[in-house]
């Protein structure tokens, strides 16, 4: 039977320290021993059982670093702060000075200027590869080159990493493969398909009430430990530690992501297929016109759908802000970044989550002016948002003679 994620989060069971339903919050930062011997043992990593300080770990953040572990079929996972807390030690464990990575161009801002502007401090290059093109990322690979990195569906333009193919070069080539898997949580598990490094930004999707940050690094039991290690483990020695009241507040959340993922998927399809019957330059990887909607087929898990995110394009950015102006007005949701929310979130990539990449290389990769990229919420009624949606189109005039007459009758 296929790998079922949601299922192998359900199938964890755990209780509270009064039998309760869930698992007790550790509301403490330091933890006392009987032993003087079991402290130095639990300070170097061998306290079976021991917590020592909420820097290193604490009962909350195991449990929820174990339910993602299980949603993508790693061994383990430790959990972080922020995305960027969980990003950055991992790429640092993996490069040390003289090193170089290959990366997908297409990714995060913040990622991007990590790789582009802070990692040379290190003396750690980066080369940017269009990771759609599977001969020029072996290509851009160098003896020197200790990791290959990329996200399975691209921010903001939702270009598909063929994750298989990659992990195959990967492994020819001896590197790690690091996949930001933030945009398709339960739709793709990219350690299925060969990545040995699965990496979320909690505070989307997975947590999906934008009131929390948080991050993750799944992978072996042997990264993790490394990650950890008091003596030059990048997790612990960075700091990026999550709190232990936020970690519990996102196990809970979690429980409903597989019902939250499948909403959004649904009203994202429709008002896809929608958008693009307007005559609207329309991307999301289940519409048959996007160039990688056969690869995202052949590696979802079909329950799930293809996302909650699309992409228009508007022709200018006067008009996407116009556009966006009057959809919140209307109440059909937020001008806002991040995603994952229950109300509709969008903004214009160019000038917020994408602005930390050079106005030239935005147009090199297809990053428009015009692009307006959505998270679609949760709504009941998604026909009503979109009839709303397009009343607001036809208002700032950006759909054709065609589509207006037929929003006159
Ligand atoms: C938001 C985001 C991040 C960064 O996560 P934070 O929680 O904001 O630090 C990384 N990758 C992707 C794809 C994101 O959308």
Redesign the pocket.
Known sequence: MKFKPANKIQDLQYFGEFGGVNPSISDSTTYTFLSAKTMFDTFEGHGEGCYLYSRHTSPSNLYLGEALAAMEGTETANVSA????A?TPTILHFCGAGDHIVSSRTI?G??YAFLKNFAPRFNVETSFVDITKLDAVEKAITPKTKILYC?SVS?PLLEVADLAELSKIAKKHDIKLIV?N??SPLSISPAELGADVVIH?L??FVNGSSDT???VVCGTQELIDSLRDVNDGAAMLLGPALDSLRAASILKNMRTLHIRMKQHSKNALYLAQKFEELGLKTVYPGLPSHPSHDLFKSMMNKEYGFGGMLTIDVGSLEKANELMEMMQHENLGYLAVS?GFYKTLFSAPGTSTSSEIPEEEQKEMGLSDGLIRFSIGLDNDIERTFRLMRRCMNRIDILNKENKYQELV
Do not use: A
């Open positions: 922020t995305g960027m807390g990003i995060y913040g990622t996200e921010n930001d933030t945009f930004s505070t989307k940050m948080g991050g995603l």
